[in-house]
Structure formats: C-alpha cells, structure tokens
Nanobody, 115 residues
Framework: VQLVESGGGLVQPGGSLRLSCAAS????????MNWYRQAPGKERELVAR????????YYADSVQGRFTISRDNAKGTVILQMNNLKPEDTAVYYC?????????WGQGTQVTVSS
C-alpha cells in the first residue's frame, strides 16, 4: 500500500492550495478516504472524508465551506481543494486509508499559511 501526498507549500492568507493523494496497492474505489492534519503541538485531526460509492463528504467545522474533497476512482487519487486559507490551517496534511484491521498513512505534505 502506498499513499503519496503532494501539493503543499507556502501561501498567503486568503489563498488556495490543491493537495493530491495518489493511492496504490489496494482496491481504492471500494473504500472511503480521509484527509487529516496535524499542527505543531496539537493532535492529528480529521479534516475531510469521502465515501467510496456515492461520494458523500464530511468536513470538520473549521474547514466547512472552504475545503472540498473529491476523488477519481479511475486514477486512484483523492484531492483536497483548499480555498480562503487561514493561518490556523498551517499543518502537515496526511492522506489516510482505514480498513478493518488497520490503517495506512502517507508521508504528509506541509501547508504553511503566512503573510
């Protein structure tokens, strides 16, 4: 199993970033996928989730209306579009896959929101 994130970087407040997670080694289209983040000194938190079949989405209250999660089952990718970024969005963002018996994480991608 591999989960490889990309797209992080430094952006000014109010800006946008698009994170991508390339997944391989499992039946991607059969599972929900998650984006988490962890800021310095804080616990890792769930940011967004998308289901496998009907593409239902869930967002943390802190990002609702600003972030959009989507997936391309043919390509095995899950995207997190982040708009109107705030300094408090600064964190390492992780792609996550969870199944019965275990879960897998990508290496993370740093997002820094600063002027």
């Amino acid at each position: 199993v591999q989960l490889v994130e990309s797209g992080g970087g430094l952006v000014q407040p109010g800006g946008s970033l698009r994170l991508s997670c390339a997944a391989s080694g499992f039946a991607f289209s059969s599972y929900a996928m998650n984006w988490y983040r962890q800021a310095p000194g804080k616990e890792r938190e769930l940011v967004a989730r998308i289901t496998s079949d009907d593409g239902r989405t869930y967002y943390a209250d802190s990002v609702q209306g600003r972030f959009t999660i989507s997936r391309d089952n043919a390509k095995g990718t899950v995207i997190l579009q982040m708009n109107n970024l705030k300094p408090e969005d600064t964190a390492v963002y992780y792609c996550n896959w969870r199944r019965v018996g275990g879960e897998y994480w990508g290496q993370g991608t740093q997002v820094t929101v600063s002027s």
